[in-house]
């Protein structure tokens, strides 16, 4: 897809501000700081449309960005920062079920994990929250590019073994390389017929 426009739509804090205007969907997850919107940020090829924080956990809304006026990108909360005030946690479940509830409008649910890192139990969870939901995801391999081809094929095989997921299937994604970003797109592409609820 070709990038014509992009716009910040807005900020869900709770079920009632989802955004329902037919477009279809696709959502970025992931532990906070694993680089959701950097890669929002390449995807798009701009800077700044998705903001970067800086705090892990700080941002615990939905944020909806519209592109070409056709879809929306959207950013999930980060999750698994362990300074995080129990309430705030309570309502970031509150806010992924809801979410989830109208899973019917995700095209595909991009679930981000870091390269270096092996995958935590709240990842298993996430995946299998979607999942049951009956929301296609696919797993992206952030910050690939910090790795050797060695450490990436590693990588690969210890994050599939843990997630039970094909190796095949994870995308190795990186900021700085852009590598993987058409690879982003193309699913993106393929999924265009879902049809959000209004």
């Avoid at 800086?54 to 300074?83: F, M, R, W």
């Avoid at 049951?132 to 990588?155: C, F, P, Q, R, W």
Wanted: charged share 20%.
């Amino acid at each position: 897809m070709q990038v014509r426009s992009v716009g910040f739509h807005r900020a869900a804090y709770t079920p009632a501000d989802f955004v329902r205007d037919g477009r279809p969907q696709f959502a970025f997850v992931g532990r906070s700081n694993v680089g959701k919107s950097t890669l929002i940020n390449t995807l798009l090829n701009r800077k700044g449309v998705a903001r970067v924080s800086s705090t892990p956990g700080k941002t615990q809304a939905v944020q909806y960005y519209i592109v070409n006026e056709k879809i929306h990108l959207v950013d999930l909360p980060g999750y698994g920062y362990a300074k995080v005030a129990k309430t705030t946690r309570a309502e970031w479940a509150k806010l992924m079920e809801g979410f989830f509830a109208e899973a019917q409008s995700l095209g595909a649910l991009f679930l981000l994990l870091d390269s270096r890192r092996e995958p935590t139990d709240e990842d298993a969870m996430m995946l299998e929250l979607a999942r049951s939901a009956g929301v296609g995801v696919v797993i992206i391999m952030t910050k690939v590019d910090k790795l050797s081809g060695n450490e990436l094929t590693n990588s690969r095989r210890t994050i599939a073994s843990a997630l039970a997921v094909d190796p095949s299937s994870l995308i190795p994604f990186s900021s700085m390389t852009r590598q993987g970003v058409d690879a982003v797109w193309k699913i993106i592409d393929g999924n265009m017929n879902i049809r959000a609820a209004s």
